[in-house]
Every structure is written in structure tokens, then in C-alpha cells.
């Protein structure tokens, strides 16, 4: 059984640009990933814009996206575009998205969908507690 999250990104005006991650969504895993390897807006959104993933992992090289690298074309797969904060979650849980993480612009913050944000950093520090 996979636990599904969704990844995006928040544009300066507010919109967010976001996709689907199937597999090891929970923090100790894709939270952990996205907390130690991607910590700069360029990166973030080059791994974003690549659109939907099987799989997070260290380097964007070594994701496995369903575009391409398994030749799955469509608008299914392709990065969405989000009015707000609010339509990344509500949309994305359709999917049955568990965790729901975001780059701010100078940290990932994570919600489980009920749009209470926490920093992605201070949870990963509980969680070793």
C-alpha cells in the first residue's frame, strides 16, 4: 500500500504549482528527502515541473517520474497549476494524498490536509526525539 503526497510550490502571487507523488509520502520519508536535498527554489521547481512521480528520492535524476522515464503522456501526469493553498489540498486529496508538502520560498512546510501548516524541519526533529 502506498502513502500518497503531493509537492508544490508557491508562486509570489499566491498560486501554486503542485504534483502527485504515489509512493513514501509520509515525513520520515519524502518529508525527510525534500527536507535535506531540495532547499533551493530552482531545484524545487525543476523537480516540480517534471510533473507527477512514482518516487521521490535524493537527486532529481534518480525520481522516477511517470512522464519520463515510464513514457506515460498526458495531462494526467503534467504539473497542475493551483489558484491557492486551499485548491492545491482540496484538489490533490481527490487523489488520496495523505501529506501535503510545500516549498514557501525559504522552507517546506506540511499539512495532512486539513490546512494547518508545519514546518517540515521542526516535525523531522520531534519525530528523532
Not at 500518497?4 to 513514501?24: M, Q
Request: include cysteine; charged fraction near 25%; proline fraction near 1%.
Amino acid at each position: 500500500m502506498s502513502t500518497r503526497s503531493a509537492i508544490g510550490y508557491k508562486l509570489p502571487t499566491g498560486e501554486v504549482r503542485g504534483i502527485y507523488c504515489h509512493n513514501d509520502g509520509y515525513l520520515s520519508f519524502n518529508g525527510r528527502i525534500l527536507q535535506q536535498n531540495y532547499q533551493e527554489s530552482g531545484k524545487v521547481t525543476e523537480m516540480v515541473e517534471l510533473g507527477d512521480m512514482s518516487s521521490l528520492r535524493d537527486q532529481i535524476a534518480d525520481n522516477v517520474y511517470y512522464q519520463r522515464d515510464r513514457g506515460e503522456d498526458g495531462v494526467d501526469v503534467a504539473t497542475q497549476s493551483f489558484t491557492d493553498v486551499d485548491d492545491f489540498v482540496t484538489k490533490l486529496a481527490a487523489s488520496n494524498c495523505e501529506y501535503f508538502y510545500l516549498w514557501n520560498g525559504n522552507e517546506w512546510i506540511v499539512t495532512n490536509g486539513n490546512l494547518e501548516f508545519d514546518r517540515v524541519e521542526d516535525l523531522l526533529v520531534l519525530e528523532v526525539a
